[in-house]
């Protein structure tokens, strides 16, 4: 593997693992009422979104007849992207 590559994969590990620290510290750091809110509604739609996907990925090996073959760690990442993007959206909205 090149440099420059094993440089990209280090600085996407770096931010995926920033924006999984986030969720974290976001989920369990006490707030007022509108940060409540905007926290579980960022989860709610989060939630949504990765069983959403999970379920279309069940029925598209269901019809192919192709085992399930679903990488835990991409999932985590793009819950985590989704949870982030969520949040923002939030935040914004309700003037976090």
Same mark, same amino acid.
């Given at each position: !593997?090149?440099? /420059? @590559?094993?440089?990209?994969?280090?600085?996407? *590990?770096? +931010?995926?693992?920033?924006?999984? !620290?986030? !969720?974290?510290?976001?989920?369990?750091?006490? /707030?007022?009422?509108?940060? &409540? #809110?905007? +926290?579980?509604?960022?989860?709610?739609?989060?939630?949504?979104?990765?069983?959403?996907?999970? #379920?279309?990925?069940?029925?598209?090996?269901?019809?192919? @007849? &192709?085992? !399930?073959? +679903?990488?835990?760690? #991409? &999932?985590?990442?793009?819950?985590?992207? #989704?949870?982030?993007?969520? *949040? *923002?959206?939030?935040?914004?909205?309700? /003037? /976090?």
């Amino acid at each position: !593997m090149s440099v /420059g @590559a094993t440089i990209f994969l280090g600085a996407v *590990l770096v +931010v995926f693992t920033g924006l999984d !620290m986030i !969720m974290l510290v976001s989920l369990v750091k006490p /707030g007022d009422e509108r940060n &409540q #809110i905007i +926290v579980w509604k960022a989860g709610s739609f989060t939630l949504l979104a990765t069983i959403g996907a999970n #379920i279309l990925d069940v029925i598209e090996n269901f019809v192919r @007849a &192709q085992p !399930m073959a +679903v990488n835990p760690f #991409i &999932q985590l990442e793009v819950a985590a992207i #989704i949870y982030f993007a969520a *949040l *923002l959206y939030y935040k914004k909205r309700h /003037g /976090g």
